[in-house]
């Protein structure tokens, strides 16, 4: 691939050699970098290659423990290229009405992925992100979230991810909160979490 097509739009819609399109880090991380084309993209996904992100990579699979596909917080036709291309899912859910109520669609969305396109995938759990452990209300909200977990089959994670300016500064900067910030708080938190997840 030539340098201006290794991103996600070109393994998303079309059929490629996802080695080719892998970058590495000064931290060490496989990457395959987004672009400003997945604006568009939603008017190129069909039914043709909704698919062609799951065969892209099933070329790299065996090659890695894990490979995270980070999506936007909506469903779209990228998200659910995602899911059919997915072994699990983790959904982050804020402290907040809406995300309760946004459970329910994404369910829906990922019980119709699994009839049709990918019987394997799995919740591997709700995942509570910008926590603010003060606020009573998050702790009534996790009672929700515990029961809808329940529901869902899964569980919510026990790491929490905190609000934290730490996160923002690095999205601003484009920098590895594992180097910049190692002994913040949140950079802990996320610490957390990757144990829990290879505990499973």
Known sequence: AKDNDKNVYTLLTEEANAKEL???????????KSTDNLATI?????GN???SLKGNLAGIKNNYDYIIIDTPPAINKVTM???????GVIIP??????????LTNLNDHIE????????????????INQNQERLLVNKQLEEVFNKFSKALNTKVFKARIRESVVIRKNQIEQTNIFKKDKHAKVTNDYKELIKEIIKG
């Open 42 to 46: 939603e008017n190129e996904l069909n």
């Open 93 to 102: 859910v804020l402290s907040d009405l809406y995300s309760v109520q946004g």
């Open 22 to 32: 892998i970058e590495t880090t000064e931290a060490g991380l496989d990457i395959i």
């Open 81 to 87: 290229s995602a899911l059919i291309s997915a072994d």
């Open 112 to 127: 119709y992925v699994k009839t049709n396109f990918n019987k394997d995938l799995k919740i591997e759990g709700l995942l």
């Open 49 to 51: 290659n909704i698919k």
